[in-house]
């Protein structure tokens, strides 16, 4: 994968605040048996099941469209068939694909929390997901702010919702550091003027980090993914 630059000349001094996305960057990649029984479910291959995946998630993390809408919508593609009792368990698998975090990331955010530089979650995510990271995971104590797709009705890359979350962590866009996943995402936060690192693994992010002179580093040790997939 290419990685590009982080941004602007931006310091480790400089920064007091850092933003971080959550899927595949607080959590591990899905693994393949996870993303094949939900294909099973329609009768299709991975790589059809991950297009039909990603074709409306954006407005399903955003809230334009009901869980129901959202699964129906894969049998919108000719030949594709789901029962309504179906939806349930599709939804319940959806949330257990993001659910495995990244021990070494869930660390490093406890270590930026308590140097005291401010922390942002800012996550494109719906509503099942939102419902399981608040309500379960107790390192969320960690972030003094977060911003998640479903609750404000907006979506990364959309600049209104990198606004909505430095206003919400009270530091300026040269003042913070955003790190996600996605070059469309790392695209618009320096368009913003934010510092953008795009993450790969932990040992790329750590040697990022360390060219800034950013003085709170993860671990040198990467966690283990057990499945290359992306979704």
Known sequence: MDIPETSRNARGPEIRAIILDYGEVLCLRPTEKQIRRMADV???????????????RRAYDRGDLTPDRYWFAFA???GIRVAADKIPLLRA????LWSNTNPLMIAWLEALHQSGLRTA??????????AKVRGE???MRNFDYAVFSHEVRLAKPEPTIYQHCL?????????TLFIDDREVNITAARALGLAAIRFASV?????????????????????????PRQL
């Open 203 to 227: 040992p790329q992010l750590r040697a990022e980090l360390e060219r800034l002179e950013f003085r709170v580093l993860p671990s040198a040790r990467e966690a283990v993914s057990v499945a």
């Open 93 to 96: 698998w959806d949330v257990e």
């Open 167 to 175: 206003e919400g962590l009270g530091t300026t866009a040269r003042e």
């Open 42 to 56: 329609f009768g299709i291959g991975i790589p059809q099941f991950e297009t039909l995946y990603e074709k409306n």
């Open 137 to 139: 995971f107790e390192w």
């Open 121 to 130: 979650l800012l996550s494109n995510m719906h509503a099942d997901m939102v």
């Open 76 to 78: 919108d593609e000719p």
